[in-house]
């Protein structure tokens, strides 16, 4: 490292122990990963994976076919509703921990017969720094990950380098409140029941990340009316929120927190819902007696805009689509005598060079007034 500063050397340093915090906790829990999330969690993975699924649907509108790679993939958890989407040809998940990788493999082998034709691979790699060549991806998820990574910007940066232009971005992840103080009391807990936890954002934390990657955010109208009249026919992120209860014990038991950080991590959470300093948790008791809190989602997904040259010179084509694979599009035509043929010039048609009428749609979507040519052989 001769030559680096010490600010560059105490960052890699961070980044390697990060890494290493995360293949250390999640080691431990690969075998039981999802099994224990359904135990403490109110909501299940099923559940919750198909209110995700139905907001990336939105985002992503009429496409298909699209390669996709899930960034921290776990045991594949949203790999496998990605893939088992009609919106998918392939996904890639990646992941830093073997062990989760391999229960990954091992669960969507029981699975394939629901994924229909997609074609899922598993890799191990470092999210902030892929193996995966530029624009790669038309679609790059993270699910729960974010609030594990030291500098996250890293990692969304990584997302950003491997989607292609047009593509999306999206972050699946739990919030912290706005409140400085809050926030604090919140991550400290996070962080003594699991070690790999750095920082949960709130939602502009999210929105700075993939802002910083140079990603737009998608984005939609709010009608007057709507988010307590917050907004009035504006248009704003379009982030999907929603809460999932969580079973403390449970929760602290996925983990083995040990004894003395698990009972103060409890005290803390029931002497908010007596009454007391907020932590962030957001505690009730269920009907059952079993003390719960709330973990905030949000989901939140940014655009890769094409390059202004890359735009100039799609839009500069004539031909989208026609024999792409060629130089050039040389097509001979030899008619017998009296014979004639009706040849494309929109460059559109499915029977090119013949023509089947596709520039009566060109004409009426553009104003253009283009029309076949007509060949014919003398008698």
């Known amino acids: 490292m001769q030559g680096m500063s010490r600010a560059n050397t105490r960052m890699l340093a961070s980044g ?13 829990q690969a075998e039981t990963f999802e099994a224990g999330w359904n135990k403490r969690s109110i909501g299940k993975n099923g559940d919750i994976m198909k209110r995700v699924m139905s907001h990336i649907e939105t985002l992503v509108g009429e496409q298909d076919q699209l390669h996709v790679l899930d960034v921290a993939c776990g045991t594949g958890i949203c790999t496998r509703a990605l893939a088992a989407s009609a919106l998918t040809a392939e996904v890639t998940g990646l992941d830093a921990t ?3 990788l391999s229960k990954a493999r091992e669960t969507e082998a029981e699975a394939e017969p629901t994924l229909g034709q997609t074609s899922v691979t598993y890799v191990q790699g470092d999210g902030a720094a892929m193996p995966f060549p530029d624009a790669s991806f038309d679609l790059v998820t993270c699910r729960l990950a974010i609030h594990h990574f030291a500098d996250p910007l890293e990692q969304v940066k990584e997302m950003a380098r491997v989607c292609a232009p047009g ?59 709507e988010a307590d009249g917050e907004y009035d026919n504006e248009t704003v992120p379009n982030v999907m929120r929603f809460d999932n209860g969580m079973f403390v014990d449970q929760w602290l038991e996925s983990t083995r927190t040990p004894a003395e950080a698990r009972e103060a991590i409890r005290d803390q959470i029931h002497a908010e819902f007596a009454g007391g300093a907020a932590t962030g948790m957001f505690p009730f008791v269920d009907d059952f007696g079993e003390l719960c809190f709330t973990h905030k989602w949000e989901v939140v997904g940014a655009r890769k805009e094409e390059e202004k040259e890359e735009v100039q010179q799609r839009q500069a084509q004539i031909n989208e689509t026609i024999q792409k694979d060629k130089d050039r599009v040389v097509d001979e035509l030899v008619l017998e005598e009296g014979k004639k043929a009706v040849l494309c010039r929109c460059w559109k048609s499915a029977k090119f060079p ?11 979507a553009t104003g253009d007034n283009l029309g076949p040519a007509i060949v014919s052989a003398k008698k």
Not at 354 to 364: E, I, Q, S, T
Request: hydrophobic share 40%; glycine share 8%.
């Open 98 to 100: 073997e062990q989760m």
């Open 354 to 364: 013949y023509c089947d009428g596709a520039h009566v749609a060109h004409n009426k």
């Open 167 to 225: 593509g999306t971005v999206l972050l699946v992840d739990i919030v912290s409140p706005t409140d400085p103080a809050t926030a604090a009391r919140h991550n400290e807990l996070e962080a003594m029941r699991d070690p790999s936890h750095t920082e949960c954002k709130d939602t502009a934390g999210l929105v700075a990340l993939l802002h910083g990657a140079g990603l737009n955010l998608h984005t939609h109208t709010v009608a007057g009316g």
């Open 16 to 28: 390697a122990k990060n890494i290493a915090d995360i293949q250390a906790e999640y080691a431990v």
